[in-house]
């Protein structure tokens, strides 16, 4: 497979973002999305990536370096799977949404309460 390069330049009123893939011994066409054209994109790209993990191992995540959203909107429900449905509105990939087996949902329950158990790492307000 040939050698890519890829680009990608938001607009100054950030309406749209214009997009360049081509090789790097030829000529790229750029392409200008609006917000919802993009999400579709990362809907499909994302798509496509799961097709092509599809029967692969589970990489376990203990120890990964992994991109931290801080204080994302998010939803939790019960799901139809005898679980939990807990959605987080990522800001790179638009709304998420993971269901979360019942014995999974007891082991997240346990460790969260662990953490909150623990002294909290905020200063006390003053008196």
Same mark, same amino acid.
């Given at each position: 497979? $040939? ?8 607009? &100054? ?12 011994? /030829? #000529? ?5 999305? &609006?917000?919802?054209? #993009?999400?579709?994109?990362?809907? #499909?790209? /994302? ?8 029967? +692969?191992? *589970?990489?376990? #995540? &203990? ?8 204080? %994302? ?10 679980? +939990?449905?807990?959605?987080? &509105?990522?800001? +790179? ?5 993971? $269901? ?23 200063? *006390? *307000? %003053?008196?």
């Amino acid at each position: 497979m $040939a050698e890519a390069r890829v680009g990608v330049k938001v607009s &100054d009123d950030r309406q749209t973002v214009t997009i360049e893939i081509g090789s790097t011994a /030829g #000529l790229s066409h750029p392409v200008a999305l &609006d917000l919802n054209q #993009l999400t579709n994109l990362i809907r #499909l790209l /994302g798509q496509a990536r799961s097709r092509m993990v599809e029967g +692969s191992q *589970k990489r376990p #995540l &203990d120890g990964m370096t992994v991109e931290t959203v801080i204080e %994302p909107p998010w939803y939790v429900q019960v799901a139809g799977i005898d679980g +939990s449905l807990l959605a987080f &509105d990522h800001p +790179s990939y638009g709304p998420l949404a993971f $269901a979360i087996p019942r014995e999974d949902v007891a082991r997240i329950v346990q460790t969260l309460s662990e953490h909150l158990a623990l002294p909290s790492g905020k200063p *006390k *307000k %003053p008196s």
